[in-house]
C-alpha cells in the first residue's frame, strides 16, 4: 500500500495545486448536489402537492354531443330549437363511485326557486318585490326544460355540502348547525346562508317554504339545519338577478332539489364529482370508467387537474432545469478536471518513470493518481455537503420564484384571453374550474423546503467518485503506456 | 567456475534500421563482486547497452539471462522489481518526496523488508554523509552530491545483487566523484554486488575491476589489477 502513502505525501508537498483541485471539485460538487437536492425537493413537493389535492373528475352530460344531436333532429323537423339535457342516473353515478382511486363523491343538482314565506337579499338595482315570480330569470342550472323563469334563490342540491365547491374551497363555511350530509337524501333539510337569515330573523331548527320557479305549485318545507356565511362577492350579474346573489343560495339534499326540478329528476344528478385518491391516478380512473355501462356518447369525465397543474408547473420547470444543472455540471466537472489532472500527471512522467525503473507496477501507479483525486474528491463531497444546503436554498427558491413569476404572467394573459366555458350563467363545469384555478395563483408552489439528505449525498458520492477516477483515468492510462526508458531518457 | 549474475547471449540491437544495428551478437558475463565501468564514445550504444542490462529496454535479438534465467520471459518489470537497481546521472529521485521517504517508498516496491525500518535508513543515509536532518528533508533541497547519495543509499537498500549506474558522476565535482566510485567499490567487493557503471573518466574507469570499450559496435574487455 505504499502507493497510498505516496499520494498523500505527494499532496502534502504540493499544498497548491491540492488546494486549486478541491476548490474546482467543491464548486462542482456544490452545483452537483444543488441540483439533486432541489430536483428531490421539487419531487417531494409535487407529490405532496398532488396528494393534498389530489384533483377530481366530474361526470356530466356532454354538452357539445347532445348540441350537435339537437341540432341534427332539428334539422329533420321544423320546430324551434330546444336543448334538452338527460341527467345522470344514480346507478351510473353509484357504478363509477365503485371504482378504484375514488376518495369520496358529491352528486350536484341545480334548481330555481321562489321563497314563499321570507324575503330574499335583495339585489341594490332591482326593482321587484323578492316574492314576485316575475323579478328574476332562473340560474343556468335549470336549462334542461327550456326557456327562462325567474327565480329568487338558487338551490344547490348535494350529498354533501362539505364537499360542495364552495365549502371545499373556503368560499363559504358553516357558523351555526351543520351542513348537508349523506344521511339528509330524502329529507326536506336545508342550509342558508347568515345574511339571509338575520334578515328574517331565521335560526337552526326554523322552517321554510319555497316553491319551484319553474312550477309555482311545487313548493317544499324545509327544516333549517344549518346556516353558513360566505365571502363570495357574487359575479356582476347579482346586482341584476338576486338568484346570483351569493346569499341567496340555499344547500339542500340532491334529493329535495330533484323535487323542486319535477318528477322527472327522481333518482338522477346533474354532475358527479369524484375526488380522487391522488392526481396521479386521474388517467387510470377515466379509463377504468370508461369501461362501465355507463353511456359515454351522452356522459362525459372531466378531469379537474387544474389547480394541481397551475401549483405544480413552476415547480415542474425547477425540478427540470435542476436535471440539467446536473448533467450539465457533471459532464463540464469531469472535463475540467480530466484536463487539470492529465496536466498535472503529464507534469509527472518523470515520477512515473523512476517509479517504473525501480520496478512499480503500473496499476498502483494509476492507483496512485486515483487515489489522491478520490481524496480530494471526498473531502470536497465532504465541503459541499455544508455549503451545498444553503447554496441549494437559495439557488431553488430564487428559480422558483423566477418561474412562479412567469408563470403568474401566463395565468394573467390566459385569464384576459378568457378560460372558455363556466360564463356568468354556467354554474360549474370544468369552465368554471379552470376559471377557479386561475383566480388563484397564489395558490401555486411558492417555495421548496431544499435539505440535502443522506441519498442525495450519496448519490453525489457516487458522481464525485465516477468523475474523480474517470478524471484520473484517462491521462493515466496514455502515460502508463510510455516506457520507462523512453520517460526517463526524454526527461534527460 | 562461478556462474555469472548476468549474461548477454548473441544481443542485437538497432533502433530503427536491422542493416545498420548500434551492436551484434555480444557475448558478455558479468558476476558478483566485480565493479564493471562502460566507456565509449558519444552515440557509441553506451546508455542504450546499460538499458539493456538493467532491464529498462529490450534486446531486439537474442537474450540476456540473469541468474541463468531469461528476463524477457520474467518481464522486464519483474526483472528490475526482484533484481536490479538503477542509478541515473540525474539521480532520478521523487522530488516532492524527503531522502527518507524515497528510500523507503523504493524498499516498499521491491518488497525489501528489514527490522525498524527507520533507523535502518537512517543508518544507511548517515554512513554515506546524509545527516538525519537531511534526510527528513525535501531531497530538492539537497546539494547534487548529497542527492546522488541518495540514490545509491536507495539502491544499497533495495538490496538487490545487480546495480547499473548511468554516468553517476557526470554532475559531481572530482572531491565527490571520487567519494562516490568508493561508495561503488565497497558495493561491488564488500557487499558482494554486482556494478556496472557507464563513465566518461578514464580516472574512474581505471579504478572499476573491468572496464567494456564501446567502439563502432565492437566490445573489448580490460581487466584491472
Given at each position: 500500500m505504499n502507493f497510498l502513502?505516496?499520494a ?8 497548491g495545486?491540492?488546494?486549486l483541485?478541491l476548490?474546482?471539485?467543491t ?9 439533486l437536492t432541489?430536483?428531490s425537493a ?37 320546430g ?8 345522470i ?8 363511485a ?25 339585489s ?22 327550456g ?12 350529498l ?9 374551497d373556503?368560499?363559504a ?13 330524502g329529507s326536506?333539510?336545508?342550509?342558508i ?9 331565521l335560526e ?16 317544499q ?5 344549518g ?7 357574487g ?15 340555499i ?17 338522477t344528478v346533474e ?17 377504468a370508467?370508461e369501461?362501465t ?24 420547470n ?24 492529465m ?6 512522467k ?14 498502483k ?24 444546503n444553503?447554496?441549494a ?35 360549474g ?24 439528505t ?8 457516487g458522481?464525485?467518485?465516477?468523475v ?9 492510462i ?15 | ?12 540491437y538497432w ?8 551492436f551484434?551478437?555480444?557475448?558478455i ?27 529498462l529496454?529490450?534486446?531486439k535479438?537474442?537474450?540476456?539471462e ?5 528476463i524477457?520471459?520474467?518481464?522486464l518489470?519483474?526483472?528490475r ?10 539521480y ?19 518488497s ?6 527507520e ?10 554523509g546524509?545527516s ?20 545509491i ?5 533495495c ?6 549506474a ?6 559531481l ?11 561503488f567499490t ?17 580516472q ?13 559496435g ?8
Amino acid at each position: 500500500m505504499n502507493f497510498l502513502k505516496r499520494a498523500f505525501w505527494s499532496m502534502k508537498a504540493k499544498k497548491g495545486k491540492t488546494l486549486l483541485q478541491l476548490v474546482i471539485f467543491t464548486v462542482i460538487c456544490v452545483f452537483v448536489l444543488s441540483g439533486l437536492t432541489i430536483q428531490s425537493a421539487a419531487k417531494a413537493s409535487s407529490e405532496l402537492a398532488r396528494q393534498e389535492l389530489g384533483g377530481s373528475v366530474t361526470l356530466q352530460v356532454d354538452r357539445e354531443a347532445a348540441m350537435e344531436k339537437q341540432q341534427s333532429e332539428q334539422s329533420e323537423s321544423d320546430g324551434p330549437p330546444q336543448f334538452t339535457s338527460t341527467p345522470i342516473s344514480l346507478d351510473d353515478a353509484e357504478s363509477i363511485a365503485a371504482l378504484d382511486h375514488v376518495k369520496s363523491y358529491n352528486y350536484s343538482v341545480s334548481a330555481s326557486a321562489n321563497a314563499e314565506d321570507f324575503d330574499n337579499i335583495e339585489s341594490s338595482t332591482s326593482t321587484d318585490d323578492s316574492s314576485d315570480t316575475e323579478s328574476d330569470q332562473a340560474p343556468g342550472g335549470d336549462q334542461g326544460r327550456g326557456g327562462m323563469v325567474q327565480a329568487d334563490l338558487t338551490v344547490n342540491g348535494t350529498l354533501t355540502s362539505d364537499e360542495a365547491e364552495s365549502f371545499s374551497d373556503g368560499e363559504a363555511e358553516i357558523v351555526d348547525g351543520r351542513g348537508i350530509e349523506e344521511s339528509d337524501a330524502g329529507s326536506n333539510v336545508a342550509v342558508i346562508e347568515q345574511t339571509l337569515a338575520e334578515e328574517n330573523d331565521l335560526e337552526v331548527g326554523d322552517t321554510i317554504n319555497i316553491s319551484s320557479a319553474s312550477d309555482e305549485d311545487t313548493t317544499q318545507e324545509l327544516e333549517i339545519v344549518g346556516i353558513y356565511e360566505t365571502s363570495s362577492a357574487g359575479s356582476d350579474q347579482a346586482m341584476n338577478f338576486s338568484f346570483l346573489n351569493p346569499y341567496n343560495t340555499i344547500y339542500v339534499p340532491y334529493t329535495a332539489a330533484n323535487t323542486l326540478k319535477g318528477e322527472d329528476y327522481t333518482d338522477t344528478v346533474e354532475s358527479v364529482t369524484y375526488q380522487m385518491d391522488d392526481a396521479e391516478n386521474i388517467d387510470a380512473f377515466i379509463a377504468a370508467a370508461e369501461k362501465t355501462d355507463v353511456d359515454f356518447d351522452v356522459y362525459q369525465l372531466d378531469a379537474n387537474d387544474d389547480l394541481y397543474q397551475q401549483m405544480v408547473g413552476p415547480i415542474e420547470n425547477v425540478a427540470s432545469f435542476a436535471k440539467n444543472i446536473v448533467y450539465l455540471v457533471t459532464i463540464a466537472g469531469a472535463v475540467i478536471l480530466a484536463l487539470i489532472v492529465m496536466l498535472s500527471i503529464r507534469e509527472r512522467k518523470y515520477e512515473m518513470g523512476v517509479l517504473m525503473a525501480i520496478g512499480e507496477k503500473k496499476w498502483k501507479l494509476a492507483g496512485q493518481f486515483i487515489t489522491e483525486i478520490v481524496v480530494i474528491a471526498i473531502v470536497a463531497v465532504g465541503l459541499s455537503s455544508i455549503f451545498g444546503n444553503p447554496i441549494a436554498n437559495v439557488l431553488g427558491n430564487q428559480l422558483l420564484d423566477q418561474q412562479t413569476t412567469a408563470s403568474a404572467e401566463t395565468t394573467t394573459t390566459s385569464m384576459q384571453q378568457g378560460p372558455g366555458g363556466g360564463g356568468p350563467m354556467g354554474g360549474g363545469g370544468p369552465g368554471q374550474a379552470v376559471s377557479d384555478a386561475f383566480s388563484q395563483p397564489s395558490e401555486a408552489i411558492s417555495s421548496l423546503n431544499i435539505n440535502v439528505t443522506w441519498e442525495n449525498i450519496l448519490i453525489l458520492g457516487g458522481i464525485g467518485l465516477a468523475v474523480a477516477i474517470i478524471a484520473a483515468l484517462i491521462p493515466s492510462i496514455s502515460i502508463l503506456r510510455l516506457q520507462p526508458k523512453n520517460i526517463l531518457t526524454k526527461q534527460e | 567456475m562461478t556462474a555469472p549474475l548476468l549474461a548477454f547471449k548473441n544481443v542485437g540491437y538497432w533502433y530503427t534500421d536491422k542493416q545498420n544495428p548500434l551492436f551484434q551478437s555480444v557475448n558478455i558475463d558479468f558476476y558478483k563482486n566485480t565493479f564493471y565501468t562502460i566507456t565509449g564514445t558519444s552515440g557509441s550504444g553506451k546508455t542504450t547497452f546499460l538499458s539493456l542490462a538493467g532491464g529498462l529496454d529490450r534486446a531486439k535479438e537474442g537474450d540476456i539471462e540473469y541468474d541463468g534465467k531469461s528476463i524477457r520471459k520474467m518481464g522486464l518489470g519483474n526483472f528490475r522489481h526482484d533484481y536490479v537497481s538503477i542509478i541515473f546521472q540525474s539521480y532520478n529521485l521523487i522530488p516532492y518526496m524527503t531522502a527518507y521517504q524515497n528510500i523507503a517508498s523504493a524498499m516498499a516496491i521491491t518488497s525489501k523488508k528489514v527490522e525498524n525500518q527507520e533507523d535502518y535508513i537512517l543508518k544507511m543515509l548517515a554512513k554515506v554523509g546524509i545527516s538525519e536532518e537531511q534526510a527528513k528533508q525535501r531531497v530538492l533541497t539537497l546539494s547534487g552530491g548529497q542527492q546522488q547519495r541518495v540514490a545509491i543509499t536507495r539502491a544499497f537498500c533495495c538490496d538487490n545483487d545487480l546495480i547499473v549506474a548511468d554516468e553517476p558522476t557526470g554532475n559531481l565535482d572530482d572531491k565527490t566523484s571520487k567519494e562516490i566510485v568508493k561508495l561503488f567499490t565497497d558495493l561491488a567487493h564488500q557487499e558482494n554486488k554486482c556494478v556496472i557503471m557507464v563513465t566518461h573518466d578514464p580516472q574512474i574507469a581505471a579504478q572499476s575491476d573491468v572496464t567494456i570499450q564501446l567502439s563502432n559496435g565492437s566490445f573489448r574487455m580490460l581487466q584491472h589489477v
